[in-house]
């Protein structure tokens, strides 16, 4: 156990470190994400973003399970 958290903790130090280079890559405003703007109101869900997210995470489990 912990091996795992002190991955994870590393996990999370690298994902630190680069947030600004994530920041540029426009990861929140991909095409296929929904905006809606109204006078006073906005939408925004980001289906696109969480589907990228979603397939990265998990590689990244698949890796980490089958490396573990």
Same mark, same amino acid.
């Given at each position: 156990?912990? @091996? @795992?958290? $002190?991955? $994870?903790?590393? =996990?999370?130090?690298?994902?630190?470190?680069?947030? !600004?280079?994530?920041? @540029? +890559?426009?990861?929140? *405003? +991909? !095409?296929?994400?929904?905006?809606? *703007? *109204?006078?006073?109101?906005?939408?925004?869900? !980001?289906?696109?973003?969480? =589907? /990228? /997210?979603? $397939?990265v995470l998990?590689? +990244?489990?698949? +890796?980490? @399970?089958?490396?573990?």
């Amino acid at each position: 156990m912990a @091996k @795992k958290l $002190i991955f $994870i903790g590393c =996990l999370l130090l690298v994902a630190g470190l680069l947030w !600004p280079i994530l920041e @540029k +890559l426009n990861l929140g *405003r +991909l !095409p296929g994400d929904i905006i809606i *703007r *109204r006078d006073d109101f906005r939408f925004y869900f !980001p289906i696109t973003t969480c =589907l /990228v /997210v979603s $397939i990265v995470l998990t590689i +990244l489990i698949w +890796l980490f @399970k089958k490396w573990w």
